[in-house]
């Protein structure tokens, strides 16, 4: 079977290095490979992580133009409604600005996706304003 395999790689125990770095490292510091890139492993989707991963937990996906068709994303909102959805985009958009990825703060918006179906004028300014 798969799992009785010998592996294909081979590995280097590092205990004797961390050991020894560790008596000389500071609070905060830390040890990372050539192509370590801050920005990606902070902006990266944790899967099945409720908070991060999207589609954690769905056993069946809808295609955004099902949801438009079946009016489960408003078309012509309320003025209060626009208000609320405006509201949460700000605070989407300020975790944004604290350096979260797009895919997991301001698109997220469906509205985003197909702004040229949303009837309700100052929401689509809004988005427009927001996406330049």
């Known amino acids: 079977s798969w799992h009785s395999r ?3 790689y081979d590995w280097e ?3 004797g290095f961390l050991d020894e770095v560790a ?3 500071d609070v905060g510091e830390m040890i990372h490979g ?3 890139n801050l920005a990606e492993v902070m902006s990266a989707v944790e899967i099945m992580d409720p908070k991060m991963d999207g589609g954690y937990g769905l056993t069946e996906a809808k295609q955004l133009d099902e949801l438009w068709d079946a ?3 408003l078309r012509n909102p309320t003025d209060r409604e626009a208000l609320e959805i405006m509201d949460h985009l700000m605070a989407t958009e ?4 604290s350096g979260f990825a797009l895919p997991q703060t301001l698109y997220r918006c469906l ?3 197909r702004l040229s179906l949303l009837q309700h004028d100052a929401l689509a300014a809004y988005l427009r304003a927001l996406m330049k």
Do not use: K, L, N, Q
């Open 111 to 113: 509205y985003v996706h």
């Open 23 to 25: 008596t000389v490292m």
């Open 34 to 36: 050539p192509d370590f």
């Open 94 to 97: 300020y975790t944004w600005f």
């Open 6 to 8: 010998e592996p294909r």
């Open 13 to 15: 125990s590092i205990d």
């Open 71 to 73: 009016g489960e994303v």
